[in-house]
T-cell receptor
Framework: NAGVTQTPKFQVLKTGQSMTLQCAQDMNHEYMSWYRQDPGMGLRLIHYSVGAGITDQGEVPNGYNVSRSTTEDFPLRLLSAAPSQTSVYFC????????????FGPGTRLTVT | KQEVTQIPAALSVPEGENLVLNCSFTDSAIYNLQWFRQDPGKGLTSLLLIQSSQREQTSGRLNASLDKSSGRSTLYIAASQPGDSATYLCAPGGGADGLTFGKGTHLIIQP
């Protein structure tokens, strides 16, 4: 199993540009989520999904969109990038939303200039 | 809102020492608590998962305990090695709203 994969590893955007961060898992996990990690802030939940077709907002959802058309994929979209979205983004998955171990991808380091 | 505090924020000790990293959280209504390790510039590696009904979990030189009612967890590292140098993150939660992370303990083990 590849586990949780994320692409790209690094990305530089200009303010106002859009992009999609990709996340995929091959463990048939129902629950997937996106976090951002900023210095001094810890990891914060952006959006999560408890299964295909179901998504919900986390702690810091503004400026981000998600969709879940398949069990395997959970892309994160930035519609109009802002410097405040400069961060490291992590995708995670687990077998269920309650009580299961969460597995994290390697992260995408995004810089918005 | 869940708040997680990890103490100490940083720790530097010589190789071979036994260590205790502390984590406290404000909301005891959790499904589980995970301890992670993060190396510089890398992702998170899960070390231990403790279910809310459990008191502790062990993996090799690592032992984590959970006292849900008092909102505390500790990670015990026995016979520390330079390869243990990393940031250790505590994350209670496990429900639909995911995990809440502390800011971590930055650990350096001196050879």
């Amino acid at each position: 199993n590849a586990g949780v994969t994320q692409t790209p590893k690094f990305q530089v955007l200009k303010t106002g540009q859009s992009m999609t961060l990709q996340c995929a898992q091959d463990m048939n996990h129902e629950y997937m989520s996106w976090y951002r990690q900023d210095p001094g802030m810890g990891l914060r939940l952006i959006h999560y999904s408890v299964g295909a077709g179901i998504t919900d907002q986390g702690e810091v959802p503004n400026g981000y969109n998600v969709s879940r058309s398949t069990t395997e994929d959970f892309p994160l979209r930035l519609l109009s990038a802002a410097p405040s979205q400069t961060s490291v983004y992590f995708c995670a998955s687990s077998g269920d939303r309650a009580g299961y171990e969460q597995y994290f991808g390697p992260g995408t380091r995004l810089t918005v200039t | 809102k869940q708040e997680v505090t990890q103490i100490p924020a940083a720790l530097s000790v010589p190789e071979g020492e036994n260590l205790v990293l502390n984590c406290s959280f404000t909301d005891s209504a959790i499904y589980n608590l995970q301890w992670f390790r993060q190396d510089p510039g890398k992702g998170l590696t899960s070390l231990l998962l403790i279910q809310s009904s459990q008191r502790e979990q062990t993996s090799g030189r690592l032992n984590a305990s959970l006292d849900k009612s008092s909102g505390r967890s500790t990670l015990y590292i026995a016979a520390s090695q330079p390869g243990d140098s990393a940031t250790y993150l505590c994350a209670p939660g496990g429900g639909a709203d995911g995990l809440t992370f502390g800011k971590g303990t930055h650990l350096i083990i001196q050879p």
